[in-house]
């Protein structure tokens, strides 16, 4: 990400966040790179096949057809 000295002077809250997500921000002033700013500690990437959540409902035999099933779920709202 690029940004020029007057956006560090004020917006600075949106420099950090970019920073922290893991975005190095490349700090110009009259149009030239003068700064770097980097996040301290390298993020780490989480797996998503590692999270708890992921396949709660690839057993459960009502929602095999996604459609259907929602389209059910629904029908008792119209």
Known sequence: MKATT????F????LL?????GEEVVIT?????CAKMVPLEK????DIKEHPLLGIWREHKKSEDV?????NLRKSRF
Do not use: I, L, Q
Not at 17 to 21: L, P
Not at 43 to 46: A, G, L, N
Not at 67 to 71: D, N, P, T
């Open 29 to 33: 002033y009259r149009g030239k790179p």
């Open 67 to 71: 459609h259907s099933y929602v389209r």
């Open 17 to 21: 966040d970019a920073a922290s997500r």
């Open 11 to 14: 917006s600075p809250k949106r």
């Open 6 to 9: 007057k956006e560090m002077r």
């Open 43 to 46: 993020r780490k990437e989480k």
